[in-house]
């Protein structure tokens, strides 16, 4: 496959994934990662890194994608920059063991995990599986404790962790807007340092394609970038336009598709 057929794929799946992500409202490495997945299939990438290629760059994609979204919340205040500072180490210290457990996996058992994940989420979407909202206020080390689970955990799937984020927020008291802006900032430390993980643990693999720094590939990097966030924009309108139950299902059922194709490969 030449770089221009490459870098066309790259291009429309960014697309996809912007769109994607804009009409179900989610973080996009749920989705980015099985596209890169199927796109590096398409490059007959060795199957031994294709899972640690699509995660280590998932996450990359997510420091540059996430930092607008982070930037708005910023601005409209709905950050807490308490809880955020009580996150952060363990965030960073999550984040690195999660990049270290992925090297230590085979691309099957990485890719079965990540299966298992994504039907967890799709299941907790149809059943509504949601905590309910608290005034728990944990006590430092609990939240150091939860972040690096939050933090390995998405380093592991290449994902912002809103998923994990947002519910212990509310639980700690948070109204919807604070937990969502701070779950937004929350993954700029997990993609920034699951990213640079990612890149130290690949480093010199000799299985890896041109084009790349360690489980970073830059041509889909870039590529979904420079697409996603415009798509984006367009998947927002078209949510406001279908009705939320039906995007709720409909998420979830790609999901429980994209779960069972890992389990099954």
């Known amino acids: 496959m030449t770089i221009v057929t490459a870098l066309s794929i790259y291009l429309t799946l960014g697309a996809v994934a912007g769109t994607m992500a804009g009409v179900f409202g989610v973080g996009g490495g749920l989705i980015i990662v099985p596209v890169l997945v199927f796109a590096f299939g398409l490059q007959n990438i060795a199957s031994e890194i294709v899972m640690h290629l699509a995660i280590g760059t998932s996450l990359a994609t997510i420091l540059v994608t996430g930092s607008s979204s982070t930037l ?3 601005r409209r ?8 500072t009580a996150l952060l180490p363990g965030l960073v210290l999550g ?3 999660g990049a270290f457990i992925a090297d230590n996996l085979s691309g099957t058992a990485l890719g079965t995990m990540f299966g298992i994940f994504v039907l967890l989420i ?3 979407m149809v059943f509504g599986l949601t905590p309910k909202p608290g005034s728990a206020s944990p006590g430092k080390w609990i939240m150091t404790l939860a972040g690096g689970v939050i933090g390995a955990v998405s380093a592991l799937f290449g994902i912002g962790g809103g998923a994990m984020t947002v519910p212990l927020l509310s639980r700690c008291g948070a109204s919807m807007t604070q937990a969502v802006g701070t779950a937004a900032a929350v993954g700029l430390p997990i993609a920034l340092v699951g990213a640079l993980a990612f890149i130290v643990v690949g480093w010199g693999n000799p299985l ?6 360690g489980f970073v590939m830059w041509p889909a990097f870039f590529s979904i970038v420079v697409t996603s966030v415009p798509f984006a924009r367009l998947g ?14 409909s ?3 790609l ?8 389990l099954l490969t």
Do not use: E, N
Request: aromatic share 10%; proline share 4%.
């Open 208 to 213: 890896l394609p041109a084009w790349t720094t």
């Open 236 to 249: 927002v309108k078209l949510a406001h336009v279908l009705p939320a139950h039906v995007l709720r299902l």
């Open 95 to 97: 984040s690195i063991a």
């Open 122 to 124: 799709a299941a907790k």
């Open 255 to 262: 999901l429980a598709v994209v779960g069972v194709r890992f």
């Open 251 to 253: 998420f979830a059922l």
């Open 77 to 84: 205040g709905s950050i807490h920059r308490g809880w955020l």
């Open 72 to 74: 708005g919340h910023y």
